[in-house]
């Protein structure tokens, strides 16, 4: 068991020398009007018939959910941008990327350019 720490028994002593003492109970006028106070204060709630209905907000259409939720102009175009860059690289460099390449550039072992990768992405610099 536990051991006990006098200032408890202490306290205890003078809780239940308090409670007996006749000036500390509560007059049952007082207490009485607190409580009818306390019910007066309480929120109500609202009736049945005044409650809104769930589904009251107005519809909004698909498009729009979509775009908020992908965050307004600044998220649908980045979106746009990515989806048109894996267009671009889907069509036109799928020949010449390999799973070689693509272990070198994640491990670091060699730099690539994306003129390296076949020539129909080098630039000429002709004149005339």
Do not use: C, H
């Not at 006098?6 to 020398?17: N, S, T, V, Y």
């Amino acid at each position: 068991m536990a051991d006990k720490n006098p200032m408890d028994d202490m306290l205890d002593g003078l809780f239940a020398e308090a409670k007996a003492d006749p000036r500390a109970q509560v007059d049952m006028g007082l207490m009485t009007r607190v409580l009818d106070e306390a019910d007066r204060l309480q929120p109500v709630a609202p009736t049945p018939a005044s409650a809104k209905p769930l589904n009251s907000a107005p519809r909004r259409p698909l498009a729009q959910v979509l775009y908020d939720i992908l965050g307004g102009w600044q998220g649908t175009s980045g979106l746009v941008a990515a989806t048109m860059a894996s267009v671009w690289i889907g069509f036109s460099g799928a020949d010449s990327l390999s799973v070689e390449s693509f272990q070198a550039v994640i491990s670091g072992d060699a730099e690539y350019y994306l003129s390296d990768l076949s020539g129909e992405f080098s630039f000429d610099s002709e004149e005339g």
